[in-house]
């Protein structure tokens, strides 16, 4: 039985989707070459069918040049961040920032420079006042 599809990209979709929000639009023998140059080896054929997938699922557009077609990013990258974050903070958190906070500060180090961001960014939220 066919796995059901998921409303987020898959993990070759999202490569793909990084490279092209760097760079785009892009014919499919260019997306193959970077998928390679950052370690993913894959078939030409196995590309073309994951692009148009991709256009399937809205995630990118497809336009015709001579004769080859070019693909670029039809969603924004943080919009897709923030579908994908929210995913897990509902489904791993409970809905809970604070919760993905902690945790986060447990998993990693932070450079000063990341703790004054977080400070500052904290501090702006502690001053709105929630409508």
Do not use: C
């Amino acid at each position: 039985m066919a796995r059901p599809a998921s409303e987020h990209p898959t993990e070759l979709e999202l490569l793909i989707l990084k490279i092209l929000w760097d760079r785009s639009p892009l014919p499919v023998r260019d997306v193959r070459q970077a998928l390679a140059e950052g370690g993913r080896e894959a078939a030409h054929t196995s590309v073309i069918t994951t692009l148009n997938t991709m256009v399937h699922k809205k995630l990118l557009r497809r336009r015709r040049d001579g004769k080859a077609y070019l693909f670029s990013p039809r969603v924004q990258q943080q919009a897709v961040r923030q579908r994908m974050l929210g995913d897990v903070v509902d489904r791993l958190f409970d809905g809970s920032a604070a919760a993905v906070m902690l945790s986060l500060f447990d998993r990693g180090d932070l450079n000063p420079d990341e703790l004054s961001q977080l400070r500052q960014f904290v501090d702006r939220k502690t001053r709105e006042k929630p409508e």
